[in-house]
């Protein structure tokens, strides 16, 4: 298969850019028109994909065919490519099996494409480097998106036994108890928060996971045990951070945690290397440190998140520093 055509079949068989195709959203469009300027022939692939994804769309729907079933029917038809090249006696019996291959090749995509479309939708909210979103959930809880996170659930959400949402990078949850008790499940890569009702923070980034319980109780549950040995249950004003097979538990100042969600930023004793992965992971910065000395150099002070010239102005007056700005480089000598 062709490095072209393997990029077609990844796009086609990508959740997140069918529901772009079929659902968009800012940030969905975002992000694929990102991926555009990132890859050779990006727009030129991601046209011919979208016209088969609506092409597809438009028409009935066949019986399912599995990932594994669509891979090895492009597998077969590569190898048969392969063995007629090499028969030069019968090169126009290759051509025309060539246009009916392409043909194949649209109807295999085709069938799973509709497999995808029968599935529940997946809904997601993904935020850009420096942006915030709310977003009202269809049982009336609420999340409050860090920038460049993501959350991912079915779109027929209410019908499951257990409202369960996945987590990339960050938010704040506000949760609303139903009259069933059914539960709320926030997934990250490492544990499972459960919840009946209550708000809390979850960080999970780099695989680092921290929840900041502010109000009811959760419970952490992780599959692997050398992840957490025991379910952990959190009572308000704590935090738990998991690192790798480590992990603690103690109360914390909860503002400090979810200072964000107000659009500003406390600092307690945070080092500059804590600092530049935070203006890495929220606003998309590169920062440079020339002197590794002043890589645990620790700062306190609060400032908004859409000042960050009173933060570098901050840090060089604090530690004495010089700090350049080059689009999104950040040097600190």
């Known amino acids: 298969m062709s490095e072209r055509d393997q990029v077609l079949e990844e796009l086609l068989l990508n959740d997140s850019f069918i529901s772009w195709v079929l659902y ?32 597809m769309r438009a028409s009935g729907q066949p019986e399912p065919l599995h990932e594994q079933e669509v891979r090895h029917m492009w597998q077969t ?121 209550t708000s809390f923070n979850i ?21 692997d045990s050398e992840v957490l040995p025991t379910d952990i249950t959190m009572q308000p004003g704590e935090l738990v951070e998991i690192d790798g097979t480590d992990y603690a538990q103690h109360p914390v100042n909860v503002e400090k945690y979810t200072a964000w969600t107000q659009n500003e930023h406390i600092f307690e004793g945070a080092t500059l290397t804590e600092i530049a992965q935070l203006l890495e992971n929220i606003y998309g910065l590169e920062v440079e440190i ?9 700062f306190t002070g609060r400032i908004n998140r859409g000042d960050l010239n009173s933060l570098f102005g901050q840090l060089e007056k604090v530690f004495q520093l010089s700090i350049e700005r080059e689009q999104q480089l950040i040097i600190i000598k």
Not at 28 to 53: F, I, N, S
Not at 124 to 129: C, G, I, N, P
Request: with cysteine; charged share 25%.
């Open 24 to 55: 968009p959203t800012p940030a969905l469009d975002q992000y694929w028109q990102q991926w555009q300027c990132e890859h050779p022939e990006g727009e030129v692939l991601v046209t011919e994909a979208r016209r088969l994804v609506h092409q």
């Open 77 to 197: 038809l590569q190898g048969r490519h392969t063995e007629a090249r090499s028969n030069d006696a019968i090169l126009e019996k290759t051509k025309w099996y060539w246009m009916a291959a392409s043909v194949s090749v649209l109807l295999i995509f085709s069938i799973f494409l509709f497999t995808k479309i029968s599935e529940p939708t997946v809904i997601t909210h993904q935020t850009a480097y420096g942006e915030t979103q709310y977003i009202d959930l269809p049982d009336s809880s609420s999340v409050l998106l860090n920038a460049n996170s993501a959350i991912t659930y079915q779109e027929d959400w209410l019908e499951s036994p257990e409202r369960e949402i996945k987590l990339t990078g960050e938010a704040f949850f506000d949760v609303h108890h139903t009259q069933d008790h059914r539960r709320f499940l926030v997934q990250t890569n490492t544990v499972t928060v459960e919840v009946v009702g």
């Open 203 to 223: 960080l999970n980034r780099r695989d680092h996971t921290q929840v900041v319980l502010k109000e009811g109780e959760v419970v952490l549950r992780a599959e």
């Open 290 to 298: 020339e002197d590794k000395s002043l890589l645990d150099k620790k």
